[in-house]
């Protein structure tokens, strides 16, 4: 499915077939590939919403005597993180509730502390790294953030406390900082409190 001119669209259909054909020797005739229309909706490819931006611009060029103005468009290929889809996911993996509130992770209240960071951490890190090519962050962070807090009600359930308390206890730039570090590993050490 795409949009634009269709001479555009065999040129792509044709470069599609040869890249299947030569590195992925995958065989398929051309003719048999049907071009749908998208008019001016988005849609999903690769667990991106994609969208086509088209930016008119105008230019004006002076040659001696003669002004022309030159009116341009730029088409961007704009990809935005699916959200909702996202978040239903992780509610699928009891990460947060169906409307997006963080909960803990029972399962994990029994592992170690490094252990249930360093899990929490490559959850993030892997959704960072996949959805490190969009142009809207804000989705990204609000995951981000949905994960931070369910790593922190989950080390709270461990110790029986609550969130807020770990966070105080702990400042809560350190999950911040686990999180937005690539290669830093941090290891807690909790002293017990009676």
Known sequence: ASRG???????????????????????????????????NYSFYFMGYLSNILINPSAVKNQMLENS?????????FDTIIPVIPLIGSLSKAKFCTVSGHPISKPVWADLSDFDIIDRF???CRNL????????KKQSLYRIKYILRL????????????????LLQRLGSGLLEEFFMEEEQVLSFFFSKTT
Not at 8 to 28: A, D, E, T
Request: proline share 3%.
């Open 150 to 165: 369910s790593c922190a009600r989950t080390l709270a359930r461990k110790h029986k406390s609550t969130a807020r308390a």
């Open 68 to 76: 022309f103005i030159i009116d341009t468009s730029i088409h961007k």
């Open 5 to 39: 001119a269709c001479l555009m669209m065999k040129k792509w259909r044709y470069y599609l077939v040869n890249f299947w054909q030569y590195y992925l020797n995958f065989w398929s005739q051309p003719y048999r590939m049907h071009i749908n229309p998208l008019l």
């Open 121 to 123: 951490g490559k959850i």
């Open 128 to 135: 960072s790294h996949y959805y490190s090519g969009s142009s």
